[in-house]
């Protein structure tokens, strides 16, 4: 129930969260003082300071045998993460199918059972309206020092074309130090690592080095439509001077990523009728319009003739990048192959967009547009005659400084201007986000880069994200622009919302380990 502490699973839960809550179940740490259950909402407000700024005054940081000791409870702890993981693997929590409704609230279960056996306190099941559930948790008893909100999410992506799978999508299976599965990058296992990060702390010092809330997300895969009445409901219990979100990824296997801008997230679906009823093509073809073929050439007017958006309206607001930014591109000295072996193009596959702009600059920087659904009629089946309708789902990722609802309405104008033959044009939008950049400077950054540096043996690499993550934005924006460090699980290989998603276990026990140290540097 909402606002009541979960108490232990029991037989009352459902059969996917009651076999999750049986791997994840584990003694918990001993607490550190009497007053544990006291309630520290709100206690630690935070202070706004710029991005990357850490004000408070905090205890005497852990020596370096406390923090050795963290650590490598973290690394011997990884077996039993792991097995942890793949239990909420195997809960096929897929926010956008309300079929599966009930397997999200599972995954929340399932969730919360792990955050509560790993030393959190005050954990709970939080929701607004109809939403799936969040779940929320703390740890606060340094009222002098930093909080830390460590965010992540258990929803996951619908697997698609099941059969493209190599194994079960919600069956985890290792092939080649990788483990494949629905969710193991995004990010049921950005949840497991703040939890093995938490505990590996509480088991070895009975404390943490700073205070620390948990906000594990379930709609972040539908684009959190609630997530202005959660903020407004919630928002108090979640304050925290920084923001540490383990739903980015990895520059590449072995290297670390530290990310400062993601894209935001526009578009919706289009639907064009001819008649009430499909047409015989043989007797009406040649006359009667057909919905398909509109569709086909109203789609390819969003873009021009290198694939980059053209409707009109479409760069309004954009902020192109800086000197400094565009130095930090031409750094990384991309190999456009790379990504062509990556992503699995065939052979002979060019890219879209404008050779003459940077690769990453594209990726990160720049508006874009995709159709990723569309409605006619299925081959099978399918016989000579003219679909009366056909529909479409775009999606528009907006670049920073653009305002996702004028993008909307662009496309919603643009639709309705260039529908050919006067067929009968709906435009529903979907999803709103802004996109989000910050300057990667400051303590809270440097404290990150330690961290991966010294779990990953390298350098991180600064980089954006050419997706969105809705929390990020309006919660640092909410608390006066607190820092926000995304960190992550996947890589370039993850293929996250693909078929054969897949975490790379070695650099996911590297993040815990990162997790651990930057607890203490904060």
């Known amino acids: 129930m909402l606002g009541q502490r979960l108490p232990p699973p029991r037989g009352h839960v459902r059969p996917h ?47 370096p045998a406390a923090l050795d000791a963290a650590v490598a409870a973290a690394a011997a702890d990884v077996p039993a993460a792991r097995a942890e993981l793949e239990a909420l693997v195997r809960i096929p929590s897929i926010s956008a199918d309300p079929a599966r409704a009930a397997d999200v609230v599972a995954s929340a279960e399932a969730t919360a059972a792990l955050l509560e056996a790993s030393g959190l306190e005050h954990v709970r099941l939080a929701t607004v309206d109809d939403a799936p559930p969040c779940v929320i948790g703390e ?12 965010y992540a999410h258990h929803d996951v992506q619908p697997p698609g074309f099941v059969d493209r799978w190599t194994s079960d999508p919600f069956t985890p299976v290792e092939r080649d130090g990788r483990l494949f599965g629905r969710g193991t990058a995004d990010d049921k296992a950005g949840a497991v690592a703040h939890a093995a990060a938490v505990r590996a702390w ?26 202005g009445r959660f903020l407004a409901e919630y928002g108090e219990a979640l304050a925290a001077d920084v923001l540490l979100l383990a ?16 894209r935001g997230l526009a578009g919706g679906t289009v639907r064009l009728r001819s008649a009430g009823s499909p047409l015989h093509s043989g007797m009406t073809g040649g006359v009667a319009p057909d919905p398909v073929m509109a569709l086909a050439r109203l789609l390819a007017s969003l873009v021009d003739e290198h694939g980059d958006p053209a409707f009109d309206g479409c760069y309004d607001d954009w902020r192109p990048p800086g000197p400094d930014e565009r130095a930090r591109l031409a750094a ?37 547009v995709t159709v990723v659904g569309i409605d006619g009629h299925p081959i099978a089946g399918s016989s000579n005659q003219i679909v009366s309708e056909a529909a479409a789902r775009i999606s528009v990722r907006v670049a920073t400084g653009q305002d996702p609802h004028r993008i909307n309405a662009a496309l919603a104008a643009h639709l309705e201007r260039r529908v050919p033959f006067g067929l009968e044009c709906t435009f529903t939008p979907g999803e709103a986000t802004p996109a989000w950049r910050c300057e990667p400077t400051g303590p809270a950054f440097d404290a990150a880069g330690r961290a ?53 276990l070695g650099d996911w026990a590297r993040l815990i380990e990162a997790e651990t140290r930057l607890l203490a540097y904060l």
């Open 17 to 63: 969260a009651e076999d999750a809550a049986r791997a994840l179940r584990r003694r918990r740490p001993r607490d550190p003082a009497p007053h544990h259950h006291r309630d520290v909402r709100g206690a630690v407000p935070p202070r706004p300071g710029g991005p990357g700024h850490l004000s408070r005054a905090r205890p005497v940081p852990p020596g």
């Open 139 to 150: 740890w606060g008893h340094h009222p002098d020092a930093p909080t830390v909100l460590l």
């Open 202 to 227: 509480l088991r070895t010092a009975g404390t943490l080095p700073c205070n620390v809330k948990v906000l594990v997300e379930g709609e972040e895969e539908i684009g959190s439509p609630r997530l």
């Open 247 to 262: 739903d980015a990824g990895n520059w590449a296997v072995g290297t670390p990523g530290l990310t400062y801008s993601l």
């Open 332 to 368: 990384l000295a991309t190999d456009p192959a790379t990504f062509h072996a990556t992503w699995g193009l065939l052979p002979g596959v060019g890219f879209a967009g404008d050779d003459a702009i940077d690769v990453l600059e594209r990726l990160w920087l720049r508006p874009v």
């Open 452 to 504: 991966l540096r010294e779990a990953f043996a390298t350098e991180p690499v600064l980089m954006g994200v050419g997706a969105t993550i809705p929390f990020v934005g309006p919660f640092a924006d909410a608390f006066g622009g607190i820092p926000a460090l995304l960190l992550g699980p996947a890589d370039p290989g993850s293929r996250i919302h693909g078929e054969d998603e897949s975490l790379h």
